[in-house]
């Protein structure tokens, strides 16, 4: 079956801009991540849905950043004001947390954002 | 917090080499560990996964174990090939979240 997709595949936006990133998860998975890995660096976490349940926004760096996940679906991450910190790859999993419990995670391509 | 480490950061072998990779975690208290491989530009592709309770899964020639009480994972590649060429990744799940180590660059020279 299909993967997880992301779209854009690149973003070039001046800095102060609003972007939205979008992540079409595995059908039927019900987790859905975000992570951010800058240049370097390695992958940091930044929000986790899991079906209906609120998020796991623990990760998010700041104020301006925000994801919402509609009909338990697709995931918009927006970050708001962008800045030159914020030029990172911007990476999407999702998983399907049965009973087996597996967890195991698939990622999409990535968006890379470039702030200039 | 968790905290995940890969030694080496860089590795480079002659083709036909076997080799281990190294991944080691702060917090035995994980759910399981991930295996990946990222091509540049590319995300990540899944190689492994290790539930806690079991100590090894191999996949083609790849092996990887875990030994959780020390905190420690290896990856062990097999008669390395020019395409096993990429970074390689480790993951822990602990709760809601995946902690991630750095990677190790790895190049397998024709």
């Known amino acids: 079956g299909a993967g997880v997709s992301q779209s854009p595949s690149n973003k070039v936006t001046e800095k102060g801009k609003d972007v939205e990133l979008r992540c079409d998860p595995i059908?039927?998975?019900?987790?859905l991540y975000w992570y951010r890995q800058s240049l370097g660096q390695g992958l940091e976490f930044l929000i986790y849905f899991q079906g209906n349940s609120a998020p796991d926004k623990s990760g998010l760096p700041s104020d301006r950043f925000s994801a919402e996940r509609t009909g338990g679906s697709v995931s918009t991450l927006t970050i708001q004001r962008t800045q030159q910190e914020d030029s990172a790859v911007y990476l999407c999993?999702?998983?399907?947390?049965?009973?087996?419990?597996?967890?195991?995670?698939?990622f999409g391509p990535g968006t890379r954002l470039t702030v200039t | 917090k968790q905290e995940v480490t890969q030694i080496p950061a860089a590795l480079s072998v002659p083709e036909g080499e076997n080799l281990v990779l190294n991944c080691s975690f702060t917090?035995?208290?994980?759910?399981?560990l991930q295996w990946f491989r990222q091509d540049p530009g590319k995300g990540l592709t899944s190689l492994l996964l290790?539930?806690?309770?079991?100590r090894e899964q191999t996949s083609g020639r790849l092996n990887a174990s875990l030994d959780k009480s020390s905190g420690r994972s290896t990856l062990y590649i097999a008669a390395s090939q020019p395409g096993d060429s990429a970074t390689y990744l480790c993951a822990v799940r602990a709760g809601n979240q995946f902690y991630f180590g750095t990677g190790t660059s790895l190049t397998v020279i024709p």
């Open positions: 999993a999702s998983s399907s947390n049965s009973l087996a419990g597996y967890y195991e995670q698939y």
């Open positions: 059908s039927g998975h019900t987790a």
């Open positions: 917090d035995s208290a994980i759910y399981n």
């Open positions: 290790i539930q806690s309770s079991q």
